[in-house]
């Protein structure tokens, strides 16, 4: 299950919006093989909330494109399909049927400007945002540059496989 929830104003947030976000979800759930039920929440926010939270959350006062907040704990430099592929998740994890993955918090209007800058749709950018955070999700990191560039190689193969 995929809830979306707009907290900004800045920029529509459209039919073909949410479901160019639900459809990038959904293809990197899959292509990271995870096989079952599962809740993820995307927020939608402006340059000004993303601060705050960031602010809040990591200590950096600075806007930020995306924030991944994972429910799941992975050990070092492994990801879901390494941790959880054949696990049997304890009912807390879950929520009606569901297991809990985390939330994003995506700015719209940082999308707009990076789509701008580099040279692509806003579609596209925020597209890329939100497979990005998923990943997060599902226990990817980029702090080492091995770790980066496999996350760079999965997410350029989801935004291919998602005809993005």
Do not use: W
Not at 13 to 23: A, G, Q, Y
Not at 52 to 76: A, K
């Amino acid at each position: 299950m995929i809830f979306l929830d707009n907290r900004q104003d800045k920029i529509e947030v459209t039919d073909k919006l949410e479901k160019i976000v639900t459809s990038s979800i959904e293809c990197a759930l899959k292509e990271e093989k995870v096989n079952f039920p599962c809740e993820i929440s995307v927020v939608f926010v402006d340059n000004e909330n993303i601060k705050d939270i960031n602010r809040e959350n990591r200590n950096i006062d600075r806007v930020t494109d995306v924030l991944s907040f994972p429910m799941l704990e992975y050990p070092e430099s492994k990801v879901f399909k390494e941790v959880y592929l054949n696990y049997k998740f304890p009912e807390y994890d879950m929520n009606d049927g569901n297991l809990v993955l985390g939330d994003i918090v995506v700015s719209l209007e940082k999308c707009e400007e990076q789509s701008r800058e580099f040279g692509h749709s806003f579609f596209r950018e925020t597209c890329y945002l939100i497979v990005h955070s998923v990943l997060h999700l599902l226990g990817y990191d980029h702090t080492e540059d091995s770790d980066k560039k496999i996350m760079r190689e999965r997410e350029e193969y989801i935004l291919k496989k998602a005809k993005l």
